[in-house]
């Protein structure tokens, strides 16, 4: 169940409920009894921090990289090696 965060709009008193998602959010203050009481926008209880968290955590299998070495498809300057981007290319 998530927490919700209330805070009053006459009095300023603020409360954190946990509530089921289904729940009526509430409306009544419970310091002053005025009919200001309403839900505030904050920050997720969670982060997702790094680049890729996706692809190392749920993916099954190696670890290999899906990018192709431009050295595989050098042909020592060649029209592979062209295509692949290689530096061997450009001394031709």
Known sequence: MPIYAYK???CGHAKD???K???APLTDCPACGAAAFSK???APGFQ???SGWYATDFKGGSSSSSTPAPA???DAGGSACAAAG???ASEV
Do not use: R
């Open 72 to 74: 595989a498809a050098c």
């Open 17 to 19: 409920v946990l509530q």
């Open 21 to 23: 998602m289904s729940d």
């Open 8 to 10: 009053c709009g006459t």
């Open 86 to 88: 290689c530096a061997a």
């Open 48 to 50: 997702l921090k790094g």
């Open 40 to 42: 505030q926008l904050t």
